[in-house]
């Protein structure tokens, strides 16, 4: 019998990286705010010509925020405290995949830092595409499953306004990019305020969605 899929976001929900993404950023653009910053990720944050980028003369658009980011992301990203454990719980009853908008390159050499990079069928970033909406379908395709298989937890409303666009579901937790209250407006299944609620959050989704 088929395992049902989790999809994992990796920034904000693996790792705590809302920081360093931010100062990168700030390179980029010094007068974007942390509330601006985290409104980009209300939609999907490739789309940098969106209303919610706005940019000004002092905009360096010569800087790429990979080149920035990286380094800082293997100097000083950690672990969100608990889901290790999570990760390793869910491996045993689940097939696990990252969607991510970060490269896949270190997504995985993070996993592999925390002992955790076998627990992940595949690990999709913005260099397999830079729209979950067409990742998700690759998981469809790649491995014969539908939106009913699959649940997609992550911290940004953006990302279950492109999970909504495949009819599939959302969860979402409160420790990473966004608020409760913006995270309500993506219609989650429900909000998870620590790791170790995922364990009994994603059981229950699978009970309903069959």
């Given at each position: 019998?088929?395992?049902?899929?989790?999809?994992?976001?990796?920034?904000?929900?693996i790792?705590?990286?809302?920081?360093?993404?931010?100062?990168?950023q700030?390179?980029?653009?010094?007068?974007?705010t942390?509330?601006?910053?985290?409104?980009?990720?209300?939609?999907?944050?490739?789309?940098?010509?969106?209303p919610?980028?706005?940019?000004?003369?002092k905009c360096?658009?010569d800087?790429?925020?990979f080149?920035?980011?990286?380094p800082?992301?293997?100097?000083?990203v950690?672990?969100?405290?608990g889901?290790?454990?999570?990760?390793v719980?869910l491996g045993?009853?689940y097939?696990l995949?990252?969607v991510?908008?970060?490269?896949t390159?270190?997504?995985?050499?993070?996993?592999e830092t925390?002992d955790?990079?076998?627990?992940f069928?595949q690990?999709?970033?913005?260099?397999?595409?830079?729209?979950k909406?067409e990742?998700?379908?690759?998981i469809?395709?790649?491995?014969?499953?539908?939106?009913?298989?699959?649940?997609?937890i992550?911290?940004?409303?953006?990302?279950?306004?492109?999970a909504?666009?495949?009819d599939?579901?959302?969860?979402?937790?409160?420790?990473?990019?966004?608020?409760?209250?913006?995270?309500l407006?993506?219609?989650p299944?429900?909000l998870?305020?620590?790791?170790?609620?995922?364990?009994?959050?994603v059981?229950?989704?699978?009970k309903?969605?069959?």
């Open positions: 019998m088929k395992k049902p899929f989790i999809l994992f976001d990796f920034d904000g929900v790792a705590d990286s809302f920081l360093p993404a931010f100062e990168v700030k390179m980029i653009c010094p007068e974007v942390e509330d601006a910053y985290r409104k980009r990720f209300e939609g999907n944050i490739n789309d940098w010509e969106e919610v980028n706005v940019h000004t003369e360096r658009h800087i790429d925020f080149t920035e980011y990286i800082r992301m293997k100097k000083g950690r672990i969100v405290s889901m290790k454990e999570v990760i719980e045993g009853n097939s995949v990252v991510s908008s970060t490269i390159s270190p997504i995985r050499e993070f996993l925390h955790l990079a076998s627990h069928m690990i999709m970033g913005n260099d397999v595409h830079k729209s909406i990742k998700i379908k690759m469809f395709e790649r491995y014969g499953v539908g939106p009913n298989d699959c649940v997609f992550t911290d940004t409303l953006g990302d279950m306004r492109e909504q666009r495949v599939v579901v959302a969860i979402g937790v409160t420790w990473g990019f966004h608020a409760p209250e913006t995270l407006r993506g219609e299944f429900r998870v305020e620590k790791p170790n609620d995922l364990l009994s959050v059981s229950d989704y699978f309903v969605s069959k």
